[in-house]
């Protein structure tokens, strides 16, 4: 699994920085609209406390292609040997945390 070295830097349990964080965000735009919401909904849930463990994570979905990834957000399939070593763990809780259903908003 291949990282930029912006995402090196930090200790797994570690918050992510405001430019790690800001170039995280230009790594997850994507072509379909469908995985935007998803990832965009990650970003409001979870970007104010986002570790480095979770953005590697992120990250190596992002090397997927947009059809790939909609399979895996939607559950259509699940993450395979491709996923292995250190970030493998990272990988499938940012992948359940995609999952999460949007909560409910009130009328």
């Not at 469908?34 to 979905?61: C, K, M, P, S, V």
């Not at 090397?63 to 559950?75: K, R």
């Amino acid at each position: 699994m291949e990282t930029d070295r912006f995402l090196e830097a930090g200790a797994d349990d570690e918050v992510v920085s405001e430019r790690d964080l800001s170039r995280l965000r230009w790594r997850c735009r994507r072509g379909l609209l469908e995985n935007d919401l998803f990832i965009e909904r990650f970003f409001q849930r979870y970007e104010r406390h986002l570790t480095y463990a979770q953005a590697r994570g992120l990250y190596a979905l992002m090397a997927l292609a947009d059809n790939d990834l909609l399979d895996l957000l939607l559950a259509r399939r699940e993450p395979g040997s491709e996923w292995v070593g250190r970030g493998a763990e990272a990988v499938r809780l940012v992948l359940a945390q995609l999952r999460e259903p949007p909560s409910p908003t009130l009328a």
